[in-house]
């Protein structure tokens, strides 16, 4: 489990987040929702550590994770997998290289595992012979699936992904919806996913976090998010006619 | 100020949480492939040229009856060691490998590849820019003794060949006065300016925000620093050594 408590982050003059405390369970994929800049990405990056909040904590399972020294830190990271928004695969590397690193980096496991590990997180997100291929001659879904595979190489105790449908058409955003909470469920990790995509939402959001102009307005799952009552919630969730036909349903 | 303090301590997060001796072990010789080896072909026929030219312009300027023709390959030889191997190369090299080094940390800032080395636990600092610098401090030495080489064949070549002197007066001119301390001068300078272009170009690179524009101003500003900071440590360097 990972929790929260009044995180806030100002960039200059610009108050980015207020006070955010939320809970994000293990073995359930938790997304963090709301509109383009409200401040969705820097709450992931304050979490994982890539940016240093003005106030409040992040524990890892009870571990204070904003408190801790470079040692701890980097030893909780590396219970971390993250799927970034571009994927962010080496490109200098070939998939194979890409999935390989953090079992060379953070491991002393023989050279035959290695592979066979790889192998086998490629064969779980639906790759398959395309080890030797280099990130310039493989599609952005494809990179996708690479990033989660490198991302659960290391069976992570935490799983981060970075708006993982962005650029995808919707078939492949859902394939890789469903890739997330899959896998989610079977190693029992604790996922957060930023998403603005609303088919992720009605089809991964087994637990949601709203944000709104850096505020945490609503908290649920998609079971009862189309009732909220939160007006800027439901601006956000009905802004097409078929939600909106939906809603007055 | 502030840049400078940055870039200190930059400089001392590269020795803080590093990875085991075989990574960079494996990471220090693959960049010195890409710093050393691909650059020995500009380095040779920069340097060859550099040398005939300096020998053809030299012999134009010493037309008294009462120089000695040696004293042409004399003066190739003090200008090569003291500045065109060491100074100009190394103008040269933060053009071509610095600004590589700078675009290479900007492009995996910007697509976030830096961030997903963090976020492994990896000091991406340290990971990525400590190779690169121990490569440098190993390999523009070596180029630095190679242009040497060059530059005075180069000087040879036309000189022998245009008949502006003859093969024994460019070898009793190369051999004539000579101080063995240039060459460790030389190599002092070589190792300053290998830090210098390796740092500041890292540096430069690593910090890089926004996008493609960013990335190219980054390498710009890696080149210009370089140059600034290579010229700065020249003058230094003699004033003090020579």
């Known amino acids: ?249 | 100020m502030k840049g400078f303090g940055k870039y200190m301590i930059f400089l001392g997060s590269l020795f803080v949480r590093r990875e085991t001796f075989m990574t960079y072990y494996k990471l220090t010789l693959e960049e010195c492939i890409n710093i050393g080896v691909k650059s020995i072909l500009l380095f040779v026929l920069v340097s060859t040229f550099m040398g005939g030219v300096t020998t053809l312009q030299t012999g134009a300027n010493l037309v008294s009856p009462f120089v000695p023709r040696f004293i042409i390959s004399n003066v190739v030889r003090e200008m090569t060691i003291l500045e065109l191997a060491p100074t100009i190369m190394a103008i040269i090299y933060a053009g071509k490998v610095g600004s590589s080094m700078s675009g290479g940390l900007g492009t995996m800032r910007i697509t976030e590849q830096i961030d997903a080395l963090e976020v492994m636990g990896i000091n991406a600092a340290s990971y990525l820019v400590l190779p690169k610098i121990i490569a440098s401090l190993m390999m523009y030495p070596l180029l630095v003794i190679v242009s040497g080489i060059c530059a005075l064949l180069g000087g040879y070549l036309v000189g022998t060949l245009t008949e502006l002197l003859t093969p024994t007066e460019y070898i009793y001119g190369i051999r004539y006065a000579f101080n063995e301390f240039f060459i460790s001068f030389a190599l002092i300078k070589s190792f300053v300016f290998a830090f210098l272009i390796a740092s500041i170009s890292s540096f430069k690179g690593y910090y890089t925000q926004g996008g493609a524009l960013e990335v190219g101003i980054a390498s710009t500003q890696a080149v210009t620093a370089s140059i600034i900071a290579i010229l700065l440590a020249d003058y230094f360097l003699a004033y003090l050594l020579l």
């Open chain 1, 1 to 249: 489990m990972i929790k929260i408590n009044n995180i806030s982050k100002s960039f200059g003059d610009k108050n980015v987040l207020d006070g955010i405390s939320g809970e994000f369970v293990k073995g359930k994929t938790n997304l963090i929702i709301g509109a383009s800049g409200t401040g969705k990405s820097v709450l992931l990056k304050c979490i994982v550590g890539l940016i240093q909040p003005d106030t409040g904590s992040v524990y890892y399972d009870l571990r204070n994770f904003t408190e801790a020294d470079k040692e701890m830190k980097s030893e909780i990271r590396r219970e971390i997998g993250m799927l970034f928004q571009g994927g962010a695969l080496f490109d200098s590397k070939n998939v194979e290289e890409n999935v390989m690193f953090p079992l060379n980096i953070l491991t002393t496991m023989p050279a035959s595992e290695k592979i066979e590990r790889v192998n086998f997180c490629l064969q779980r997100v639906g790759l398959e012979g395309v080890n030797k291929k280099m990130p310039s001659e493989i599609s952005g879904g494809m990179k996708k699936r690479v990033g989660i595979a490198r991302a659960i190489v290391n069976n992570p105790n935490y799983l981060f992904c970075d708006e993982p449908n962005s650029g995808l058409d919707p078939q492949t955003s859902i394939v890789i919806d469903e890739l997330i909470m899959e896998i989610t469920h079977e190693f029992d990790i604790t996922t957060i996913v930023v998403t603005h995509d609303m088919n992720s939402v009605m089809g991964i959001g087994e637990s949601i976090l709203f944000l709104y102009k850096g505020h945490k307005l609503w908290d649920g799952s998609n079971k009862d998010i189309m009732n909220s009552g939160v007006e800027e919630l439901d601006a956000f969730v009905f802004t097409n006619k078929i939600m909106k036909s939906l809603k007055v349903g």
